[in-house]
């Protein structure tokens, strides 16, 4: 929980900056005293002007109807949150600190109402400022929130009693403000209302009545930590260097890095505070370059930005030495920060709403509420993987493709979705059967491990037939995919996802072309072989997956004496493997699609939903890709349900009328759909806020060859065996040593003796080159 500021001395209360909304990382931190400065003061030198300039610059485009120019503008406009206090990004999960404060947002208002808004605005004891936007047919308020709760607890009561205060017929509020992270633009207004004395908003009670969720009760917030002196902190910090050095066994270079960054981190030191103080009082003796020891500081950070400032143990930095021997123990805590994490499990009513097939499955055995959500996650690909004959309509007719994506510590129960593999088995059999001895094979599932020409390949051969790629060891897939001969599928994975064509040139088949192919991926793994196999969200793979994470905590499951194991179980299995095997098969025999599509009241419902969570979203990079991806995963998954449930109750696609071409999805697949989508979402953020993000383009440049690099290492003259040595040493092997040889040879950079020796050449100036004076 964060901490929120107490509202007493507002014109110390600190916001964030940002230069402008495209920004995600806070410029600084301002009082709102400063803030009032910059708002109205035509004098003020904040960003040598840009404030005053930008506010009458839009303006003017904006009377002059330049719409696109007046957006440009506006983006380029210097903001703040009044909200909140970010580090590292503005983020949710950033905000170490709650103002207290918010912002109500008043647009496209004729000028009468904005006068009479401003008017009612200086009567409410809360309103702390009160000014125009920067269009001028807008007003900002800056509110003082009710003394208890969090500002989500308290956003949606306090703009109902703006609403209510202000008593305007028609009056309404820009709703999207309810996020902590919400940015304000510094825009000019010379007549800024301000109220230092403001008090914090008290609710009547006809509010408190409207409120339609109860309130959490009160619990203790996660304050800011009370940092202490930056050089009293460096040189206790020296002392946890000196130990942690001393205890550690050689292997990575990073260990003592990743601890410096992990202490700084969870102190509520910025970044950019520490990692110059860091590299110059410790870098030479970490045995990193300075790339790699500011590339891991900056990893550290990123991967625990959740723990930025926080208070694990408030006894640890008690006293005048902050760094002591219980500190040493504290760097414990960079591994285990996701224990408090608790994600939602899928709701009860999902079960209630499920396809027989599914309850039949789970009754196989007792399962844990994870493990059978995990279940629940893992048949959506399996049985999409029996559907070669369906389609759903999203905009377009695709494939209903679910990419499930289990992690886990091991032994947490994530094993539950490779248990369920058996069920295709006899389908897998009869299909091999079928085609055996033919020249192109169909295959019903893929590991992890394929090469992307195999990969390919087989997506090809498959024709209408699905192909499940599944793997218990996303490690496997990291390996494969990474590598820089065999691996590199992501793209694939994403066409197929989309149900795009995909062209690939292989050494074995040459130019292939596999149109709309059938995909289905069902993955598990540990963390970090999730943070391996997927690396980062840029690509756009990880929004499409329908993540799942099991607890932190692994709980024993008891062995069943052999003799107590139920004698049916076995044929339990063996007749749904029957049934899987008959659904796939009656796809098989169909000669028109299955096309599925939502009813009109299902689309309004799902459009809804979509638009919500967009309200409701943060700013970080992938979390609107992936919710907007929410949608084709709820039609695929209700498409699947509804398949399903078609079978189980007789209906035969080949006697269906098809009056009017499709089919429609069920209301309880729909409403299953939503719920296990809407939980899932949850998971799939949490799992990608484990990877990289770009803060911003970097300059393109061409890839940067070791030779060209390495060569500045070697003496001016030297044996070769001196040389193979430096280049052993530098993590190459013998081969690219002689590689690299008659590389620089051939570009004019070496030249071999008669001794024996090799000498190293200037290389030749350019023939265009200009002459030196």
Request: charged letters at 25%; glycine letters at 6%; hydrophobic letters at 35%.
């Amino acid at each position: 929980m964060k901490e929120k500021i107490s509202m007493p001395s507002l014109r110390t209360v600190q916001v964030s900056w940002f230069e402008d909304k495209r920004v995600s990382a806070p410029s600084g931190d301002l009082t709102l005293e400063q803030v009032a400065d910059i708002i109205c003061n035509p004098k003020c030198t904040f960003l040598q002007g840009r404030v005053l300039g930008y506010t009458k610059t839009a303006y003017a485009m904006l009377k002059q109807g330049k719409k696109q120019a007046y957006d440009h503008w506006k983006g380029k406009m210097p903001a703040f949150t009044p909200a909140g206090l970010f580090r590292e990004r503005r983020a949710i999960s950033c905000c170490i600190a709650e103002t207290g404060a918010a912002l109500i947002d008043f647009d496209h208002l004729p000028e009468d109402v904005c006068q009479e808004v401003l008017k009612k605005a200086k009567t409410l004891s809360y309103v702390v400022f009160a000014w125009r936007s920067l269009s001028r047919n807008g007003v900002h308020l800056l509110i003082a929130l009710p003394d208890s709760g969090t500002f989500k607890e308290n956003i949606e009561p306090a703009q109902r009693q703006v609403i209510k205060d202000m008593a305007i017929p028609g009056l309404e509020l820009d709703k999207v403000c309810k996020d902590v992270s919400r940015l304000c633009f510094f825009n000019h207004d010379p007549e800024l209302y301000v109220n230092w004395d403001a008090e914090s908003m008290v609710l009547s009670e006809e509010v408190k009545q409207t409120v339609q969720t109860p309130r959490r009760k009160d619990v203790p917030r996660r304050g800011v930590c009370n940092k202490p002196d930056i050089r009293l902190f460096m040189a206790d910090l020296e002392r946890y260097f000196n130990a942690k050095m001393a205890g550690l066994v050689k292997g990575s270079t990073a260990t003592p890095t990743a601890g410096l960054a992990g202490m700084c981190n969870s102190r509520g030191y910025a970044e950019a505070e520490v990692v110059d103080l860091c590299w110059k009082q410790f870098g030479s003796r970490t045995g990193q370059t300075e790339e790699e020891f500011r590339n891991t500081f900056s990893f550290v950070y990123r991967k625990y930005a959740d723990q930025f400032a926080s208070k694990k143990d408030e006894a640890l930095f008690k006293g005048a030495t902050y760094l002591g021997k219980a500190a040493l123990a504290a760097e414990a805590a960079i591994d285990v920060l996701e224990k408090d994490i608790e994600l939602p499990v899928l709701p009860k009513e999902v079960y209630e709403l499920l396809p027989t097939f599914f309850t039949d499955v789970l009754n196989l055995e007792k399962r844990e509420v994870h493990e059978a959500d995990a279940v629940v996650i893992g048949l959506l690909p399996l049985l999409g993987a029996a559907l070669n004959n369906t389609e759903v309509y999203e905009g377009k007719w695709v494939y209903p493709a679910v990419y499930a994506t289990v992690v886990g510590k091991p032994a947490s129960g994530k094993g539950a979705v490779s248990s369920i593999q058996f069920l295709s088995a006899l389908w897998e059999h009869h299909l091999q059967q079928y085609y055996e001895g033919n020249d192109t094979q169909p295959a019903h599932r893929v590991g992890g491990d394929i090469t992307l020409a195999k990969f390919v390949e087989q997506l090809r051969d498959n024709g209408a037939y699905p192909l499940l790629q599944h793997d218990s060891e996303m490690n496997a897939m990291a390996k494969a995919n990474k590598n820089r001969d065999t691996g590199g599928y992501d793209p694939i994975l994403n066409k197929a996802y989309e149900g795009e064509d995909v062209l690939r040139s292989t050494k074995t088949a040459g130019n292939i072309v596999v149109k709309a192919p059938k995909l289905q991926l069902s993955m598990t793994g540990t963390k970090g072989q999730f943070f391996n196999a997927f690396e980062t969200n840029e690509n756009g793979l990880t929004s499409r997956l329908l993540g799942y994470v099991m607890p932190e905590k692994v709980k024993y499951k008891k062995l069943v004496y052999i003799e107590s194991e139920d004698a049916l179980k076995e044929q339990e299995k063996a007749g749904l493997q029957e049934r899987y095997e008959q659904l796939a098969a009656s796809q098989a025999n169909h000669n028109t699609p299955m096309r599925w599509v939502l009813s009109e009241k299902h689309t309004n419902k799902l459009n809804s939903l979509i638009k919500k969570q967009l309200e409701d979203s943060s700013d970080t990079p992938y979390e609107e890709s992936t919710i907007i991806r929410m949608r084709a995963k709820v039609i695929r998954i209700a498409a699947i349900l509804s398949a399903v449930r078609f079978f189980e109750t007789g209906g035969d696609a080949e006697l269906n009328p098809f009056s009017t071409g499709y089919l429609t999805i069920d209301d309880k697949s729909f409403r299953a759909a939503c719920l296990t989508v809407e939980t899932s979402l949850e998971h799939t953020l949490a799992l990608q806020s484990m990877l990289s993000e770009a803060s911003g383009r970097k300059p393109m440049h061409l890839r940067k060859d070791w030779r060209d690099q390495f060569i500045e290492q070697l003496p001016d003259v030297f044996k070769y065996s001196e040389g193979l040595q430096l280049c052993l040493e530098y993590g190459k092997r013998k081969d690219s040593w002689k590689k690299a040889l008659h590389y620089w040879r051939e570009k004019g950079l070496l030249e071999k003796c008669e001794n024996g020796k090799w000498v190293k050449l200037k290389p030749a100036p350019e023939a265009d080159a200009p002459k030196q004076p």
